[in-house]
């Protein structure tokens, strides 16, 4: 089994930073596209930024410029650097992640339990 673990999220004032992180662990033979998403309440899950293994990122418009998606393969780590904080940043941030087992040739989506990020005055 592969588990996904978030943390780093929490409340910040607009126009503060938050550094989340995410921890890929269990019987993993390598591990594909990682990513970060978004859902508000009463909205459809977003996708915020993603990174290949190789390092290409891809981010959504309304992040561009704000957040930065890193990566670190020796740890089966992702992260996201968010700056400049809005209100409307304000939702529960989910890691997900392409991964192929130790014990399967077949790869496979996880997700995390996700973390919440409040953006509030």
């Known amino acids: 089994q592969v588990q996904l673990v978030e943390s780093g999220g929490g409340l910040v004032q607009p126009g503060g930073s938050l550094r989340l992180f995410c921890a890929a662990s269990g019987s993993i033979f390598s591990i594909g596209v990682m990513g970060w998403y978004r859902q508000a309440p009463g909205k459809q899950r977003e996708l915020v930024a993603s990174i290949t293994g190789a390092g290409t990122t891809n981010y959504a418009d309304f992040v561009k410029g704000r957040f930065t998606i890193a990566r670190d393969n020796a740890k089966n780590t992702v992260y996201l650097q968010m700056n400049s904080l809005k209100p409307e940043d304000t939702a529960v941030y989910l890691c997900?992640?392409?991964?192929?087992?130790?014990?399967?040739?077949?790869?496979?989506?996880?997700w995390g339990q996700g973390t919440q990020v409040t953006v509030s005055s």
């Open positions: 997900d992640a392409i991964v192929r087992s130790a014990v399967s040739t077949t790869w496979r989506h996880y």
